[in-house]
């Protein structure tokens, strides 16, 4: 098995406003190790976001390529980027993303439910990672009766769920307050440890200074590949 | 979790919306279900009047429409136009026996009743009536009358009763045993009585006849036809007449009660668009967690499918219980008041119930078909992103 779980090969993406043709990306190439805890840096609308979605198989990219262990996913149906999505990918938000009518325990299980996982499993599946994430006590906790943290603890929980490979995170931590950032980000190390491959979008460096791997986008181009650090 | 919970879920979340819309489609189907159940109850009905008239022949004036030929199982008024010496030549056909009927109205108590004019002794083979109380006709011209036992009930009548008809006053000499037929609300007098009460000479309205062999009826037609002047009409052409013509006002009514389900299926329609608008960034969670499109189409079709379930199934009860609170209100009316001494005037049956479900659910998914086409080809990304 390659030491590569992720590469991009001339990443552009654009999108049509009207007439007016407005780049996102503008051929990004980059290699993420298997395993690894990388960091994609730079300021808002710039194109961190974009990537990630790329990356994650979310938006297809007007040009390039993605591989995910090797296989280029640019031509994938959606059906078939929703399979590996359930299978490989797990994604945690900025605003963390709850299904609002759900419980915590639910959540979970919403995400086993699409690759297939039985109900017995689900739930026992789901009451084990939110004990590990230190919430047995709001299985049955609707999102708005959450704190911030926990409701990010829920998502790390959800994206978890089907025991993917990789870990996208966007803004993991932009909208919680510094008690409840340590404790997401101590999950975030624990979980990379247990050889999770982890890949954080944020424009805070302090994050970025843990990271094995920085990437830094400015105006759609990678200004900094990751292997300068 | 599993597709049929977190559709649930979803649909009972805003419940006012969920209640409004369920209420539209649970409307439609009942009215549905109401006009349904009391058409079919009227089409049972007549099958037992045609069968309870015990008739093969009905002998009527050339040129009847439709309308009157309906009126002969439902005891209407009719005009008087066959002489009573065409009727008698028909009685003289060997191989039949033929009753005449004059049949003609009057009210007790302000309630429209038909006053039927016989010849006594015929009709009583003919019918095979049985009395209940007191006595029969003694004679072929007595100045008495025969009631139904509806009749007796309703209005609280009891033998040597006098009714007034036409200014005229009737003792009443006898209580029929109940038939279940149009004859229970029925007060019958003798024919020579009956023509000179209303003034109609030695006219009847339509002459009854059984025949001894069915196989040869064409040939008791033509005979019938070659003694006098006159319409014939078999028992079952003329079922089929008012079937139809009763078919007709069911299916207008159904079709009435189908632009409210209709209503309804636009209802179910908005409010699954809505919910899509609303709750696009969830889509987009579906989408990034690995639901495929298919699974967004189908939680999307089950919502929709949903509202026609339950919405059907409270349908289907509303219009049961409907039907029969409305039956005999609709009873009152004159074209069904024949109706009025049956017990039964609605018809509860299974085919009726599945496939008002069936139509209810059927309906619910089409109407969800575009809205979860819609949902399910969101893009993530946009659905994510969206405020």
Same mark, same amino acid.
């Given at each position: %098995?390659?030491?590569?779980?992720? +590469? ?10 009207g ?17 690894? $805890? ?7 609308g ?8 790329? %990356? ?10 993605? $591989?995910?262990?090797? /296989?280029d ?18 994604? &945690? $938000? ?12 639910e959540n979970?299980?919403?995400a086993?439910?699409?690759?297939? &996982? ?19 006590? +709001? ?14 603890? &829920?998502?790390i ?5 089907n ?25 975030i190390? +624990?979980?990379n ?13 302090d994050?970025?200074? %843990? /990271?094995? %791997? &920085? ?11 990751? +292997?300068?650090? | ?9 979803n649909?009972?979340?805003?419940k ?7 209420? =539209? ?38 040129? !009847?429409?439709?309308?009157?030929q ?19 030549? *028909?009685?003289?056909?060997? =191989? ?32 095979? !009536?049985? @009395? ?5 006709f #003694?004679?072929q ?34 209580i ?70 009763v ?13 409210? *389900? ?19 960034r ?11 499109? @298919?699974?967004?189409?189908? @939680?999307?079709?089950l ?17 049961? @219980? ?8 609709? #009873? ?20 009726? *119930?599945? =496939? ?30 969206y405020?």
């Amino acid at each position: %098995m390659s030491d590569i779980i992720i +590469k991009t090969e001339n990443l552009v993406k654009t999108y049509n406003t009207g007439k007016v043709r407005t780049y996102a990306l503008r051929g990004i190439s980059l290699e993420i190790a298997r395993n690894s $805890f990388s960091c994609i840096i730079g300021p808002s609308g710039h194109g961190k976001s974009t990537l990630m979605h790329l %990356m994650g198989g979310l938006d297809g990219p007007t040009e390039g390529s993605v $591989f995910i262990d090797g /296989a280029d996913i640019s031509g994938l149906s959606n059906s078939e980027l929703a399979g590996l999505r359930a299978k490989k990918i797990g994604f &945690v $938000f900025q605003f963390f993303n709850l299904l609002q009518n759900l419980t915590a325990k639910e959540n979970v299980e919403t995400a086993m439910m699409f690759s297939g &996982v039985n109900e017995k499993t689900q739930k026992e599946k789901a009451k084990g990672l939110l004990s590990l994430l230190g919430l047995s006590e +709001k299985l049955n906790a609707k999102p708005s009766e959450l704190s911030g943290g926990q409701q990010q603890r &829920v998502a790390i929980a959800r994206a978890l769920a089907n025991d993917p490979e990789i870990l996208l995170m966007d803004e993991p931590t932009g909208n919680l307050d510094s008690e409840s950032e340590a404790e997401v980000l101590d999950n975030i190390l +624990k979980l990379n440890k247990d050889g999770k491959t982890i890949i954080i979008v944020t424009h805070n460096r302090d994050i970025a200074k %843990m /990271a094995a %791997m &920085v990437f830094e986008i400015r105006d759609g181009r990678l200004v900094d590949d990751g +292997k300068t650090k | 979790m599993n597709i049929p919970k977190l559709v649930l879920k979803n649909i009972t979340r805003r419940k006012a919306r969920f209640f409004f819309t369920l209420l =539209g489609i649970t409307v439609g189907i009942a009215s549905f279900v109401t006009l349904l159940s009391l058409g079919g109850g009227l089409k049972n009905e007549i099958k037992k009047q045609a069968s309870e008239l015990g008739a093969n022949l009905i002998v009527t004036p050339k040129g !009847w429409c439709a309308y009157e030929q309906v009126s002969v199982l439902t005891g209407e008024q009719l005009p008087e136009a066959i002489p009573f010496d065409d009727a008698r030549k *028909i009685s003289a056909i060997k =191989g039949l026996t033929a009753v005449p009927y004059l049949t003609e109205r009057t009210a007790i108590k302000n309630s429209p009743l038909p006053v039927i004019g016989i010849l006594p002794e015929e009709m009583k083979i003919f019918k095979r !009536w049985e @009395i209940e109380k007191g006595d029969y006709f #003694s004679s072929q011209d007595e100045n008495a009358i025969v009631i139904g036992s509806g009749i007796a009930q309703q209005f609280k009548l009891n033998v040597l009763d006098k009714l007034t008809i036409k200014g005229r006053q009737f003792p009443v000499r006898g209580i029929l045993k109940g038939t279940g037929s149009k004859d229970d609300i029925a007060m019958f007098m003798s024919l020579s009585v009956a023509q000179k009460l209303y003034g109609v000479g030695d006219k009847v309205s339509f002459v009854a006849v059984k025949v001894d062999d069915i196989s040869k009826m064409d040939e008791y037609i033509l005979k019938i036809q070659e003694a006098a002047n006159v319409a014939v009409v078999s028992d079952k052409q003329l079922l089929r007449s008012v079937l139809s013509i009763v078919g007709t006002v069911s299916l207008t009514l159904q079709l009435i009660a189908a632009v409210a *389900i209709l209503a309804a299926a636009f209802g179910i329609i908005n409010t699954m668009m809505t919910a899509i608008y609303e709750r696009r960034r969830e889509i987009g969670i579906l989408q990034a967690i690995g639901a495929r499109e @298919i699974t967004i189409f189908k @939680i999307f079709l089950l919502e929709s499918g949903f509202y026609g379930l339950l919405g059907g199934v409270i349908g289907i009860v509303a219009g049961l @219980i409907f039907s029969s609170i409305a039956s005999p209100y609709i #009873s009152q009316n004159e074209f069904t008041a024949f109706m009025k001494g049956s017990e039964m005037a609605v018809t509860f049956d299974s085919k009726l *119930i599945i =496939g008002s479900l069936l139509f209810s659910v059927f309906v619910s998914l089409i109407s969800g078909l575009y809205p979860a086409w819609k949902a399910s080809r969101l893009s993530p990304v946009e659905a994510i992103s969206y405020e």
